[in-house]
């Protein structure tokens, strides 16, 4: 009878523990429920983490990431791919700690803040973010009177890939801003700037993709920083359309129109309409595409 009443009250306190334990993560924790009768890819493995009612994520990374509840804040920290869906009022953050690539493939996303929609915080690794064939995703920094964030803000480099739709708008500062970006594949990248820049960096490559840009002032900007480095703009192909803006595309050291190195000739198509002032501004502007297509207000012209 010792031994029974000592064993249950063993159980008992275990039991007690666990709940504790329990209560304290789901509060800045991710919920750790899994889905095991669905995918959010099929043709990808990983375990389906329900991080939230209306969001979820996929990798075969373990203990890649946290969620804070409260805060609404997704938190990346430790490298691999990961696949988002779903809805979130929040921000995603990845860990200054990073030296490693991230990739975030978007899977049908909606996220909505007044802070960056991602925040990539590592001066050492890059991360690339993903739109999923055949899915709309939407990135929107809202209004603020305090605020002056980037939907998309980086410490270092950023590539934008995939075959969906990725359309980010701002309502603070400029749409997308790092260190590099670069746009490959076929995503098509939607960006309204309702206050600055759509693309601000010191280095931009737009290697494939169909882009259109809206921005109160620079389409695309890309300036030398404090090294006093960089300010390139550098096409090899896509669609690019930018209209409605103040420069369509500005660039501290050159703008150049190339073709690929390594690949076949893609072809550029540059589709520019109402410019409130210059269409291309920078000390040096060269045409070496021999598949370059530009249209200036409707006007098939020359660079």
Do not use: R
Request: hydrophobic share 40%.
């Amino acid at each position: 009878m010792k031994k029974k009443g000592l064993l249950g009250i063993l159980g008992i306190f275990a039991l007690g523990l666990l709940a504790s334990c329990g209560g304290a993560n789901t509060s800045t924790t991710m919920n750790t429920t899994t889905k095991t009768t669905e995918s959010l890819d099929p043709e990808i493995d990983g375990i389906v983490y329900k991080v939230s009612d209306t969001l979820e994520v996929q990798t075969l990374v373990q203990n890649g990431f946290t969620f804070d509840q409260a805060k609404g804040l997704l938190s990346f920290n430790t490298p691999g791919e990961y696949i988002i869906k779903g809805v979130l009022n929040g921000s995603i953050e990845c860990s200054a700690t990073l030296v490693e690539k991230v990739t975030l493939v978007l899977n049908g996303v909606t996220i909505t803040s007044n802070k960056p929609a991602i925040s990539w915080l590592s001066e050492s690794s890059k991360v690339e973010v993903k739109a999923k064939k055949d899915t709309e995703n939407y990135l929107i920094t809202t209004d603020s009177t305090t605020l002056a964030n980037s939907t998309i803000q980086s410490n270092n480099n950023i590539e934008f890939g995939g075959k969906g739709s990725l359309s980010i708008i701002n309502n603070q500062k400029h749409a997308v801003s790092a260190s590099e970006i670069v746009v490959k594949n076929e995503i098509a990248l939607n960006i309204t700037a309702n206050v600055k820049d759509g693309l601000h960096a010191k280095a931009i490559t737009i290697e494939n993709g169909n882009i259109d840009i809206t921005a109160v002032m620079d389409a695309m900007e890309a300036e030398v920083n404090s090294k006093g480095t960089k300010g390139t703009i550098f096409i090899t192909g896509g669609t690019i359309k930018i209209h409605d803006s103040k420069i369509a595309i500005k660039a501290a050291t050159s703008i150049s129109f190339e073709n690929p190195v390594d690949t076949d000739v893609i072809g550029i198509l540059l589709k520019v309409n109402n410019i409130s002032d210059k269409v291309l501004q920078s000390v040096s502007i060269t045409n070496k595409s021999t598949a370059l297509t530009y249209y200036l207000n409707d006007t098939l012209t020359n660079i």
